[in-house]
T-cell receptor, first 114, second 112 residues
């Protein structure tokens, strides 16, 4: 158990819909990262938040957005879903930059778009 | 754009054989990390290498960081069935922050 929690574990929805994935980082970790894992693309970095502020953006589509709340939990919003958005979405957390680069991954949310 | 490549994509070994996976970056990395993902699981941090030419060992696992800080390898001696999983290398992205760019991983299967 990494200490990072993600809900829900599984999500099945239809094309065109909108979903929200939730992540709670390890206690004390200020950084939250979102990654998408698919068979063809591997693990792709989407976005990073640090202490409530967006820190870095990766290959995140405009239909996707995220935020980190004052209690440091984070949500990833996926809208206008397409079949190709079906993937495993991981959240990871780490302590403040410069202290350690190790990232702790949550169990993931498996999204299936039908 | 920045890329991290890993070979081989898949490797099957008999228990007791050695295994090596190689990682190459298109850019010089300040550090490289290795993660292991068991089937159905999530990536778990194994190690971080920072210095040019660094070699670190964890029991049967040996990690190396190349002199140019653009390549790395993971060698497992005498594999066991518990070594099954996908091994990823990852380096910092060029962007601000501490996000990682991952290789596509090497999936290891071990038969007893």
């Amino acid at each position: 158990d990494s200490g990072v929690t993600q809900t829900p574990k599984h999500l099945i929805t239809a094309t065109g819909q909108r979903v929200t994935l939730r992540c709670s980082p390890r206690s004390g970790d200020l950084s939250v990262y979102w990654y998408q894992q698919s068979l063809d693309q591997g693990l792709q970095f989407l976005i990073q938040y640090y202490n409530g502020e967006e820190r870095a953006k990766g290959n995140i589509l405009e239909r996707f957005s995220a935020q980190q709340f004052p209690d440091l939990h984070s949500e990833l919003n996926l809208s206008s879903l397409e079949l190709g958005d079906s993937a495993l979405y991981f959240c990871a957390s780490s302590v403040a930059p410069g202290l350690s680069n190790e990232q702790f991954f949550g169990p993931g949310t498996r999204l299936t778009v039908l | 754009g920045q890329q991290v490549m890993q070979i081989p994509q898949y490797q099957h070994v008999q228990e007791g054989e050695d295994f090596t996976t190689y990682c190459n970056s298109s850019t010089t990395l300040s550090n490289i990390q290795w993660y292991k993902q068991r089937p159905g699981g999530h990536p778990v941090f194994l190690i971080q290498l920072v210095k040019s030419g660094e070699v670190k060992k964890q029991k049967r696992l040996t990690f190396q960081f190349g002199e140019a800080k653009k390549n790395s390898s993971l060698h497992i001696t005498a594999t066991q069935t518990t070594d099954v999983g996908t091994y990823f290398c990852a380096g910092p992205t060029r962007q601000a922050g501490t996000a990682l760019i991952f290789g596509k991983g090497t999936t290891l299967s071990v038969s007893s």
